[in-house]
């Protein structure tokens, strides 16, 4: 059972570029969180897809979008790209309304590099 | 705003000892408090709290929540070199539920 897998593992890019990041579910997860995780922080909560639409959303600036497919894989998308969006971006999957033990899955996460 | 607070933010230790860390929060609408462990990338779920006074093992670990005092904290016993890793705390919070109000986590090096 593959958990949750994304693509790419690394990513270098300038400023003003546009990037696209990738995730997978765990197989029978419904819904994918996106979060963005700098050098030495915690993860920060960008937002949240179910039913292919975006359900929950953090303080990220409009730069910031996704999309999920009818699949429920997802894609993050992100705009002009500053230097400070350099950062570990990790996805992370969940069944809406679990009783289970277990709320997130993460992925191993995109390590975006902006210079 | 929601505020989730991790301490101490480093620890170092030798084998053998026991660590306590601690993760306190300010948020609406409370929900769930979970402890990850983060060795490389991806953040490995440790334990699911949701109620006061109970206490989650798994092997050498425990935490405990107290939903008065707006806190967990997380105990390793007789810690071994594969317990360095970064212990992430997580409160659950808001109106829709999973979302997800991560504290910086506590770097936790465990020497031979």
């Known amino acids: 059972d593959a958990g949750v897998t994304q693509s790419p593992t690394h990513l270098i890019k300038t400023r003003g570029q546009q990037v696209t990041l990738r995730c997978s579910p765990k197989?029978?997860?419904?819904?994918v969180s996106w979060y963005q995780q700098a050098l030495g922080q915690g993860p920060q909560f960008i937002f949240q897809?179910?039913?292919?639409?975006?359900?929950q959303r953090g303080n990220f600036p409009d730069r910031f979008s996704g999309h999920q497919f009818p699949n429920y894989s997802s894609e993050l998308n992100v705009n002009a790209l500053l230097l400070g969006d350099s950062a570990l971006y990790l996805c992370?999957?969940?069944?809406?309304?679990?009783?289970?033990?277990?709320?997130?899955?993460f992925g191993s996460g995109t390590q975006l590099s902006v210079l | 705003e929601d505020k989730v607070v991790q301490s101490p933010l480093s620890l170092v230790v030798h084998e053998g000892d026991t660590v306590t860390l601690n993760c306190s929060y300010e948020?609406?609408?409370?929900?769930?408090l979970l402890w990850y462990k983060q060795e490389k990338k991806a953040p490995t779920f440790l334990f699911m709290l949701?109620?006061?006074?109970i206490e989650k093992k798994s092997g050498r670990l425990s935490s405990i929540l107290d939903k008065k005092e707006l806190f967990s904290i997380l105990n390793i016993t007789a810690t071994q070199t594969g317990d360095s890793a970064v212990y992430l705390c997580?409160?659950?919070?808001?109106?829709?539920?999973?979302?997800?109000?991560f504290g910086p986590g506590t770097r936790l090096s465990v020497l031979p």
């Open positions: 992370a999957s969940s069944l809406l309304g679990s009783p289970t033990n277990e709320k997130l899955f």
């Open positions: 197989s029978g997860h419904d819904t």
């Open positions: 897809y179910y039913e292919e639409e975006e359900r």
């Open positions: 948020v609406t609408n409370f929900r769930s």
């Open positions: 949701t109620s006061s006074g």
């Open positions: 997580a409160v659950e919070a808001g109106s829709y539920g999973q979302n997800f109000v």
